[in-house]
């Protein structure tokens, strides 16, 4: 597993997914598109196995460990998303799991991970090292450490996700201008830039992020990766990252990527949207993308977007709120 990551690579995946992935829609809205000013196309990956994108990167990761080093189990940290596709990607395939969460994680993700048959570990978010308290349960037991985006099975996974868009525009007829992806350390996006090389190589590839981390914006900008000030504080607790991943980094940037940021308001104004108008369940880090093109982040246009929603795992108290907005 060394070497460029590449189109290759997230084929391989593709086969090692197929019957346990799903391959989500792509779903158009008239309402939608009026709000936005232009044709969007949504990916609901909040519909996929677990609630979010997150299973295809983790199966595909733990599908790669060979069987002799199974037993000994994975260990991975999260907020939630990751922890639940590794948590149900290691029920499958028979190896037990610890997940390293925040402490503060939304309860149903936490009960949810432990529900899947994980080991859940919590750590206070901004005070401890999570990677280092993971790190340290796996030397205990010889277990893998999954890294929830910097970790190029993992990325490869999510990358399934750009050649389903490619496939199914194709048969839609759709001439795709640019993809939004809601982005943390960056394993989502960057995977599926690789995926769109299959076919939308053309495509603008968006990061979005929410206000005050915005650590990939602020370094596709600098070409260099830049460090967020604080781990926590906005209510998009899925995609709230120290820094962009170094592998991810390296294909956004080869890939020419662009950083959009969204306030934590217009994430909560989405997940209403999405409930309200579109009948769909989204968590407010799940949502960005749908935010970017909701408050017209992009620049305009008249050709399709397609926007991602990564995950719908929020808790009753966080849709009131967004509801009562």
Not at 9 to 22: I, M, N
Not at 61 to 79: D, F, K, M, T
Not at 245 to 271: H, P, Q
Request: hydrophobic share 45%.
């Amino acid at each position: 597993m060394t070497g460029t990551l590449s189109l290759d690579d997230v084929k391989a995946a593709a086969a090692r997914l197929q019957g346990h992935a799903f391959e989500t829609p792509l779903l158009s809205f008239k309402v939608l598109d009026e709000a936005a000013g232009r044709k969007i196309w949504l990916k609901p990956e909040n519909l996929q196995r677990t609630g979010s994108f997150k299973f295809r990167g983790a199966f595909n990761r733990l599908s790669q460990i060979p069987e002799g080093e199974r037993a000994a189990g994975v260990v991975a940290c999260s907020s939630g998303n990751h922890a639940q596709g590794v948590a149900e990607a290691a029920r499958i395939l028979g190896m037990p799991a610890v997940i390293v969460m925040p402490e503060d994680a939304p309860a149903i993700k936490l009960k949810r991970t432990a529900e899947m048959g994980a080991r859940v570990v919590t750590y206070k978010r901004g005070v401890e090292d999570r990677i280092a308290i993971a790190k340290a349960i796996c030397e205990e037991n010889g277990a893998t450490f999954v890294h929830p985006y910097d970790d190029r099975g993992v990325i490869a996974g999510q990358g399934t996700i750009g050649l389903e868009i490619v496939r199914q525009s194709a048969a839609l007829g759709l001439d795709i201008a640019a993809v939004a992806a809601c982005t943390g350390g960056g394993g989502l996006t960057s995977g599926v830039a690789l995926g769109l090389e299959e076919g939308l190589a053309d495509a603008v590839v968006y990061t979005c992020e929410p206000a005050g981390f915005d650590d990939y914006a602020r370094s596709l900008a600098s070409g260099r990766r830049e460090v967020n000030a604080s781990g926590s504080g906005s209510v998009c607790d899925a995609i709230l990252t120290e820094s962009p991943g170094e592998l991810s980094f390296e294909v956004l940037t080869r890939r020419k990527a662009r950083g959009l940021v969204v306030s934590d308001d217009e994430a909560l104004a989405a997940v209403a949207f999405a409930f309200r108008e579109l009948k769909l369940v989204v968590e407010p880090g799940g949502a960005v993308a749908l935010a970017s093109v909701l408050f017209r982040k992009m620049p305009a246009g008249n050709c399709p977007v397609v926007a991602i929603l990564s995950g719908g795992n929020i808790d009753p108290e966080t849709l009131a709120r967004a509801l009562a907005v």
